[in-house]
Nanobody, 120 residues
Framework: QLQASGGGLVQAGGSLRLSCAAS????????MGWFRQAPGKEREFVAA????????YYADSVKGRFTISRDNAKSTVYLQMNSLKPEDTAVYYC???????????????WGQGTLVTVSS
């Protein structure tokens, strides 16, 4: 089970850190991804990190502003979001899968989502 947290309301230019904690299973060998879904839009890839060497991959829209990291000892993955923009407003989901990919269907486990709202 994945539990996402850390969402909230922030002004444009501000920062938030999302967390995704796993319970019932170890995450050390799993790739972890963050996705987001804005109202009326499809779920889109944000960032992912591999389980072993910590390879990171970002969507172009967040590159340079967001940082994904993980603490395998705590079975937790983080998404540090800086320089937030109104277009970052969405429900953010964490997911676990076998490898770093950008397609939601290739992730096996999903968290419940946490809402991020960025005001202008």
């Amino acid at each position: 089970q994945l539990q996402a947290s850390g969402g909230g309301l922030v002004q444009a230019g501000g920062s938030l850190r999302l967390s995704c904690a796993a319970s019932g299973r170890a995450l050390s060998s799993s790739a972890m991804g963050w996705f987001r879904q804005a109202p009326g839009k499809e779920r889109e890839f944000v960032a992912a990190i591999s389980g072993s060497v910590g390879f990171r991959y970002y969507a172009d829209s967040v590159k340079g502003r967001f940082t994904i990291s993980r603490d395998n000892a705590k079975s937790t993955v983080y998404l540090q979001m800086n320089s937030l923009k109104p277009e970052d407003t969405a429900v953010y989901y964490c997911a676990a899968g076998p490898r770093v990919v950008v397609t939601p269907k290739d992730y096996d486990y999903w968290g419940q989502g946490t809402l991020v709202t960025v005001s202008s």
